[in-house]
């Protein structure tokens, strides 16, 4: 992972799969592939993608999480019904005040 101007080293810096932007790990929702589909959270096991709340619908465009968890796509509707629950998160965290 290079080091990027203005984070401080400490700070877990993920790219988001759907626009590409990097940003703190704490503005990103992890999607992992489990053996009986999609989950989000960052304690689910495997390997994960990142996303902002709000980019669900771009990286579903652009194939972007089957791609970032080395799987196949799945079953294309739980990966829609995912997107759809990450993009859901998107209020609550903005009203956080944190995201972007
Ligand atoms: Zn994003």
């Given at each position: 992972m290079p080091i990027l101007p203005?984070?401080?080293?400490?700070v877990p810096i993920r790219m988001c799969v759907g626009c590409r932007a990097t940003g703190e790990q704490s503005e990103l929702v992890r999607v992992a592939r489990t053996a009986s589909g999609f989950e989000v959270g960052?304690?689910?096991?495997g390997r994960g993608a990142w996303l902002h709340p709000g980019c669900g619908a771009q990286a579903l465009k652009r194939r972007a999480i089957p791609r970032a968890l080395r799987?196949?796509?799945?079953d294309p509707a739980q990966l829609a019904a995912v997107v759809v629950e990450v993009d859901a998160l998107a209020p609550t965290w903005a009203n956080q005040g944190s995201l972007h």
């Open positions: 203005g984070y401080p080293w400490r960052r304690t689910a096991p799987s196949d796509s799945g």
